[in-house]
Nanobody, 118 residues
Framework: QVTLVESGGGLVKPGGSLRLSCAASGFTFSSYAMSWYRQAPGKERELVASISGGSAMINYADSVKGRFTISRDDAKNTVYLQMDSLKPEDTALYYC???????????WGQGTQVTVSS
C-alpha cells in the first residue's frame, strides 16, 4: 500500500513562513525523486520544486526560487518544503509526488492547502 500524506498547510500572513511535510510509505523512498506541485483554482498544476534521490539535484520554479527550500530525510521517509517570504500568489493546494524513472512509477498525495492572506 503506497501512501503519500502531506501536512503543514494552513493560513499565513504575507511575508510569513510555513514548512510542509510529506510522509511516504509502501515503496523504497530513497530510490525515488520527490517533488512538490501546486494548483490554484482555475489554473493548471505546476511543478514547484524537485529533489533527486541522494539530494544531488534540486530544481525550483522561477516563481519560488530564493524563497522556498526542498529537502528530504530518507531515514524518516519524508520530504519537506520550507516556504519563506510567502506571497498571496503562493495560495494553492500543494501536492507531494514520488517518481522513479527506473521502476516507471508515479505516486501522488492528497494535497495540503496553503492560504496566504492578511
Amino acid at each position: 500500500q503506497v501512501t503519500l500524506v502531506e501536512s503543514g498547510g494552513g493560513l499565513v500572513k504575507p511575508g510569513g513562513s510555513l514548512r510542509l511535510s510529506c510522509a511516504a510509505s509502501g515503496f523504497t523512498f530513497s530510490s525515488y525523486a520527490m517533488s512538490w506541485y501546486r494548483q490554484a483554482p482555475g489554473k493548471e498544476r505546476e511543478l514547484v520544486a524537485s529533489i533527486s534521490g541522494g539530494s544531488a539535484m534540486i530544481n525550483y520554479a522561477d516563481s519560488v526560487k530564493g524563497r522556498f527550500t526542498i529537502s528530504r530525510d530518507d531515514a524518516k521517509n519524508t520530504v519537506y518544503l520550507q516556504m519563506d517570504s510567502l506571497k498571496p500568489e503562493d495560495t494553492a493546494l500543494y501536492y507531494c509526488n514520488a517518481n522513479s524513472r527506473w521502476w516507471k512509477n508515479d505516486y501522488w498525495g492528497q494535497g495540503t492547502q496553503v492560504t496566504v492572506s492578511s
